[in-house]
């Protein structure tokens, strides 16, 4: 265009080279009001294409982001897991520990374990029923013997 314009203004005169200049510019008008127009035509078109395909990106992009979140979540969960039980793996030792001691302290003093109150209790349960099986039988003599007894 500007080639152009030097060629005509050296053959012509300045009247001709306003007349190509306003034809230029009215050219150049014409060329942006055609454009303008296009890139609104177009434009609602581009919009509408750029919407669907954000909408397709974001739901692939969920998808992906709820997969993490849901292996994430399995991993947590797993390592969660694995921290309880090991605390209380330690606590249960630490108990046993604590028991141990507490027993070994108790028989040191003389204190009876719960077994062997436990031995002692059937132990007196047994006897108890052999003095009462023991007491029935010459229960009646010994009462008419302690009779005599006192009567004399």
């Known amino acids: 265009m500007v080639r152009k314009l030097k060629a005509i203004a050296h053959n012509t005169g300045d009247k001709q080279l306003a007349k190509t200049v306003r034809d230029s510019a009215q050219q150049i008008w014409l060329a942006g009001l055609g454009a303008f127009a296009k ?22 992009t969920r998808k992906v982001a709820e997969s993490k979140m849901t292996e994430m979540s399995t991993t947590l ?16 030792k630490l108990e046993q520990v604590f028991e141990d001691r507490v027993a070994r ?19 007196v349960e047994e006897l108890t029923a052999s003095v009462q099986k023991l007491s029935r039988a010459p229960a009646k003599p010994a009462k008419k013997a302690a009779k005599k007894a006192a009567a004399k």
Do not use: Y
Not at 77 to 92: P, R
């Open 105 to 123: 302290a108790l028989h040191r003093i003389g204190v009876p374990t719960n077994k062997d109150i436990n031995n002692l209790a059937k132990r």
């Open 77 to 92: 969960g797993k390592m969660a897991t694995k921290a309880t039980n090991q605390a209380t793996g330690s606590w249960d």
């Open 39 to 60: 890139a609104q035509a177009e434009g609602s078109k581009v919009f509408d294409a750029l919407v669907k395909e954000g909408k397709t990106i974001h739901g692939r």
